[in-house]
């Protein structure tokens, strides 16, 4: 199975929101089924089959999250991120303050999505790959 480390490196490649494509195309490969960030502090758990599971250690300073959602600057701060305007520690502190507290990424079906802090799932995008 996969373990942090190459996850990381997969990740290490990634300097904007324009590489993600290819990041879960690496991760995909080395077994990864599904992943979930947590903003408040950037650690990830990751998933393979049979019920494995991999953590990552927090990447960053504690972001308080907000508690109202702003779903339009959101949108607006994860376009702007995807066309590669904005780095990884802007676009966590983006999602902080507009009350995104994680992300879940479903490799079988390339979808990513974005929950608050009550788990209401604020948007869904389909991954191009």
């Excluded at 600057?73 to 904005?86: A, P, S």
Aim: charged share 25%; glycine share 8%; net charge negative.
């Amino acid at each position: 199975m996969f373990t942090v480390e190459q996850i990381e490196a997969a990740h290490s490649k990634v300097k904007s929101g324009a590489d993600f494509a290819a990041y879960i195309q690496d991760i995909k490969k080395l077994g990864v089924t599904s992943y979930d960030v947590f903003v408040a502090d950037g650690h990830s758990d990751h998933y393979g089959n049979n019920r494995y599971k991999t953590s990552s250690p927090g990447n960053h300073e504690f972001l308080t999250i907000g508690s109202s959602v702003y779903s339009e600057q959101f949108k607006q701060g994860l376009k702007d991120h995807q066309q590669g305007k904005t780095d990884y520690a802007s676009f966590m502190k983006m999602c902080a303050k507009c009350g995104i507290e994680k992300w879940t990424v479903l490799l079988d079906k390339l979808t990513c999505a974005y929950y608050d802090s009550a788990g209401n799932e604020v948007l869904v995008e389909e991954i191009p790959l």
